[in-house]
């Protein structure tokens, strides 16, 4: 099936451009996200605005994506625990200028993550044949399929973060999943231009974080989760 995969390299321009990490550009200070479980501000962990095919948002439309980083270590790995959040913003609705988390009275603020852009996307095909598509959201099913199928390309890190087509599982299958389909997925380690490497966030050391769409509501509904 067709994905788009992300080229990064270390660090990002001002302004609404696609990202891991960083602060996020313009969002209004009342939407930064508080995790359920320790109360404290999350960090930052991407913005994406549309992009057609790579990034297929509604027209104006970036998506953010947040994830408690304290050392409380909250459940963020849980798509409805309240220690993550992904949720899409009208640009006109955004300001011009990066904003700043909301400090904790006793800790401060939360972790800045590290950042890293996205330089454009290659369109590749993801080695799942179409008419398999709906063993990818079975755990048993996905199980059973040929691991030449079920996992493509050796491992490389290069394939296990893009946009669309079907989730690449960790070694642990398909759990956990929330109601809809992959919209992008995002590996604990990403590949940079320079040839180096760079640890995204705190996916359990080895994890990757899914995030799913629900279109089935009146509005689609973004929830993240991840796997390892």
Known sequence: MRSHYPQFREGAEPG???KLG??????PARLWPVCRECHRAMSHL?????????VPLGGGEVLFLFKCEWDSICSFWEHDGGANAAFVVQRDQLTDAPTAPPPDAADGEPALLREIAITGWRADDDGAPPELEEAFYDYQAHSELPE????PHDWASAWRTKSGGVPYWTANGAQQMPAGRLFLQIDNWV???DGG???VANFCS????YVFVDRSQPQPVYSMFINR
């Open 206 to 209: 080895d994890g990757t974080a």
């Open 197 to 199: 490497t760079a640890e």
């Open 191 to 193: 590949d940079l231009a």
């Open 22 to 27: 960083g602060l996020p550009w313009g969002l």
């Open 16 to 18: 609404l451009v696609p």
């Open 46 to 54: 991407a913005q994406l605005p549309a992009d057609g095919e790579a």
């Open 148 to 151: 030449q199928i079920a996992y």
